[in-house]
């Protein structure tokens, strides 16, 4: 399966007010960008520990209508902050919303200031694991059973590095894998990724290898196509969310045509 080059964005939702957050989305999607992405967390994660922060998902659904052409998702949900069956039905409902533009993206969950003062059980990475694999088929099964269905088969991007579990899950689950990572790992965890396919029976080449990226991409762009990745993703910092990175991407991604 050959696959287009997309270049993604992920508007950090932190130290900003709302305006500037929706302002850059607005700049992404009008200067090309194939997906906007935020995250699932309730404080910063740089900068002032107490800074400006706002919630994952009600933003999504305020996106859906903002935009009319980028695709849209979280850069990931926390697996452990919603019960499945909830949280397939607002992917459910923004998916409508945006008319079929919403990537589920997903993960175990790490931050555990989160989980703290939020009253969620951190537990252990092993637990938080084993509860995103239970999770992931509750999802896919209630949205077999809502009415309305989804608009379409809701792609799941699924988070993380791990070689033994998540990478499984991944091979099971998801259409997009997503990491962080240089070029030889990269292409390590894409090798780890083919064999968990070969083991549950799954072409490889259905799941599409996603790395989010701040360097230029004249310095590491065709090095990680040849790695495997196809989906790039900048991030952008509030309150002032400076796209010339991004801007670059977009025009590497065009001149390849």
Excluded at 161 to 187: M, N, P, Q, S
Excluded at 201 to 222: A, L
Aim: with cysteine.
């Amino acid at each position: 399966m050959s696959r287009p080059i997309r270049i993604g964005v992920q508007i950090q939702p932190q130290h900003a007010d709302y305006a500037q957050i929706r302002d850059a989305l607005l700049r992404a999607e009008d200067a090309g960008v194939d997906i906007a992405f935020n995250w699932d967390h309730f404080f910063p994660l740089s900068g002032d520990p107490d800074g400006k922060h706002f919630e994952c998902w009600t933003m999504l659904g305020a996106w859906a209508e903002t935009t009319t052409r980028v695709e849209i998702g979280a850069l990931v949900t926390c697996n452990s902050y919603r019960n499945p069956e909830l949280l397939a039905d607002m992917a459910r409902t923004v998916d409508h919303i945006s008319a079929g533009r919403l990537i589920l993206g997903i993960g175990a969950g790490w931050f555990q200031r989160d989980y703290d003062e939020y009253g969620y059980d951190f537990g252990s990475a092993g637990s938080r694991l084993r509860d995103l694999s239970e999770a992931l088929p509750r999802i896919t099964g209630r949205w077999a059973k809502l009415n309305p269905r989804p608009t379409r088969e809701i792609p799941i991007l699924i988070g993380g590095g791990g070689e033994r579990k998540t990478l499984r899950y991944t091979a099971e689950h998801a259409d997009i894998w997503h990491g962080f990572a240089d070029v030889e790992t990269l292409e390590h965890k894409c090798a780890v990724l083919d064999r968990h396919c070969a083991d549950v029976g799954r072409d490889p080449t259905e799941i599409e290898r996603s790395v989010g990226v701040g360097r230029r991409p004249e310095e590491i762009g065709d090095q990680l196509v040849a790695a495997g990745a196809t989906l790039f993703t900048v991030p952008v910092g509030g309150p002032d969310y400076d796209l010339d990175l991004l801007r670059r991407w977009i025009a590497w991604r065009d001149a390849r045509g």
